[in-house]
Nanobody
Framework: QVQLVESGGSSVQAGGSLRLSCAAAAYPYPRRCMGWFRRAPGKEREGVAVLATDGSVTYYADSVKGRFTISRDNAKNTMYLQMNSLKPEDTGMYYC???????????????????WGQGTQVTVSS
C-alpha cells in the first residue's frame, strides 16, 4: 500500500505560485510529523518545511521563509505546501516525508523520517 502520495508539481515561471499536496494513508499508523524535502539537479536532498500534525511546531528552511507555507488538513490526512514567489533555485523534485513519532529539532535530516512519497517535479523557469 502506498503510504504517501504527492501531487501538484508543475512548470511555472519565476514569481509564480504552486500548491503541492501530500495525501497520507491513515493506516497502519498516524503520522505525527509531516514535511517536504526537495532535491535539485546535482544537489543533495534538503529539508524545505515540516510541521507537527497537532499544530505544535513548524519549521522552514531559511531559503523559503516568507515565501512557502506548510499546512495540513487532518480530517483529510493531507498536507500542503503553498509556494509563492517561486525562484529558479526552487526547481527540483519535491518529496513528502512523514514520521510516526513526531518532529525533531534536526527536522532537516531526512534519515529521521520513516515514510516517503515518490515525489512531484517542480520546475521554475526564469
Amino acid at each position: 500500500q502506498v503510504q504517501l502520495v504527492e501531487s501538484g508539481g508543475s512548470s511555472v515561471q519565476a514569481g509564480g505560485s504552486l500548491r503541492l499536496s501530500c495525501a497520507a494513508a491513515a493506516y497502519p499508523y498516524p503520522r505525527r510529523c509531516m514535511g517536504w524535502f526537495r532535491r535539485a539537479p546535482g544537489k543533495e536532498r534538503e529539508g524545505v518545511a515540516v510541521l507537527a500534525t497537532d499544530g505544535s511546531v513548524t519549521y522552514y528552511a531559511d531559503s523559503v521563509k516568507g515565501r512557502f507555507t506548510i499546512s495540513r488538513d487532518n480530517a483529510k490526512n493531507t498536507m500542503y505546501l503553498q509556494m509563492n514567489s517561486l525562484k529558479p533555485e526552487d526547481t527540483g523534485m519535491y518529496y513528502c516525508a512523514a514520521d510516526r513519532f513526531g518532529c525533531y529539532d534536526a527536522w532537516y535530516e531526512g534519515s529521521l523520517y520513516t515514510d516517503w512519497g515518490q515525489g512531484t517535479q517542480v520546475t521554475v523557469s526564469s
